[in-house]
Nanobody, 119 residues
Framework: QVQLVESGGGLVQAGGSLRLSCSAS????????MGWYRQAPGKQRELVAR???????NYADSVKGRFSISRDNGKNTAYLQMNSLKPEDTAVYYC?????????????WGQGTQVTVSA
């Protein structure tokens, strides 16, 4: 089993910044990819940003140039730096990790952290 613990959400004014962290813990696993998804009220969950084990990244078009994802492999932690936040970025942000345990891949989710951007 792998646990994901998120932190860093909160309330910020438009134009401000927040940094989300997601730490993975457990035993006998290797991380293939980590990412952040978000879900606003009444909307489907969507990919925000993702980073693979080799450092490749991809972003939703709506956050390109404003958000940056990074990871510390030694700490099994991923970070999402969010700058120039807009009210439409308001959502619950979920950390996701795809891990390899033995020869089997597993998909894990964090509990979610609320990000609220006021106009």
């Amino acid at each position: 089993q792998v646990q994901l613990v998120e932190s860093g959400g909160g309330l910020v004014q438009a134009g401000g910044s927040l940094r989300l962290s997601c730490s993975a813990s457990g035993s006998s696993f290797s991380i293939l990819a980590m990412g952040w998804y978000r879900q606003a009220p009444g909307k489907q969950r969507e990919l925000v940003a993702r980073i693979t084990s080799d450092g490749s990244t991809n972003y939703a078009d709506s956050v390109k140039g404003r958000f940056s994802i990074s990871r510390d492999n030694g700490k099994n932690t991923a970070y999402l730096q969010m700058n120039s936040l807009k009210p439409e970025d308001t959502a619950v942000y979920y950390c996701n990790s795809v891990v390899l345990r033995g020869l089997v891949g597993y998909d894990y989710w964090g509990q979610g952290t609320q990000v609220t951007v006021s106009a």
